[in-house]
């Protein structure tokens, strides 16, 4: 039987192999985003006007695509989205797309459109309402 003195020791050291293997395994803790995205960037217009602040939601039609919503701010016109909060792009798929205004309330007159964000993305995406 070993000295009680080793028997922490001994433990920690255990644990700590134990932990660095597991962060070794490559295997992304629960929780992760663990998905692929594409660019897409583009302008948002509304009665053929640039919207000059707002925000766009991008919500996944479920055909098989993306089942990752995407978000971005909207200023002067242009956009960038992000998926499940900090990945640059979106899931290539169809969405439909919804405008709010700063405070994330729908902008009355601006009806849900669908959008098609391509397989090899797009930095060059119209949003018209």
């Known amino acids: ?9 001994r433990l920690a050291v255990a644990l700590a192999a134990a932990l660095l293997m597991a962060g070794c395994t490559g295997v992304t803790p ?12 583009g302008q948002v217009t509304k009665g053929g006007q640039p919207v000059a602040s ?16 995407a978000t971005s701010a909207v200023q002067s016109g242009s956009f960038a989205l992000v998926s499940g909060g900090d990945k640059d792009g979106a899931m290539p798929g169809s969405y439909r797309v919804e405008l709010q205004n700063d405070l994330g309330e729908p902008v009355p007159g601006a009806e849900k459109v669908e959008v098609q964000i391509p397989e090899g993305g797009s930095e060059g995406l119209t949003v018209a309402f």
């Open 1 to 9: 039987m070993l000295p009680i003195a080793t028997r922490p020791r």
């Open 30 to 41: 629960p929780g992760a985003a663990n998905f692929s995205t594409v660019p897409a960037k």
């Open 54 to 69: 707002g925000i766009l939601v991008f919500v996944p039609v479920l055909d098989g695509g993306s089942d990752q919503q």
